[in-house]
């Protein structure tokens, strides 16, 4: 009878323990609800598995962007600036 407790501790306990190691399982964040002030100030904070949605919905608002938004939000709105941001993101980082 006690093997057969044992064994049962040992099958629970591998069962939580491996719960506890996948982690809870998060819903796909509705960026979308979020103000455009929101959303930029969370732009270092997305995490990776988020970026694409993120991205997704930061490129549908600049699209539609005064020129006084795209410089508040300190977005490259000219030919020139689009290169000179394109270049900074492909130099290797120090």
Not at 47 to 53: F, G, T
Not at 73 to 80: A, D, F, I, L, R
């Amino acid at each position: 009878m006690k093997t057969y407790h044992l064994a049962c501790f040992c099958i629970i306990s591998m069962v939580l323990l491996s719960l506890v190691a996948i982690g809870p399982v998060q819903a796909a964040q509705d960026f979308s609800k979020m103000s455009t002030e929101q959303l930029y100030q969370m732009k270092d904070q997305v995490p990776v598995d988020e970026k694409a949605n993120w991205s997704a919905e930061w490129q549908k608002r600049v699209v539609n962007m005064s020129p006084e938004e795209l410089k508040r939000y300190n977005v490259p709105y000219s030919q020139k600036e689009l290169d000179q941001a394109y270049k900074a993101r492909q130099a290797p980082r120090q």
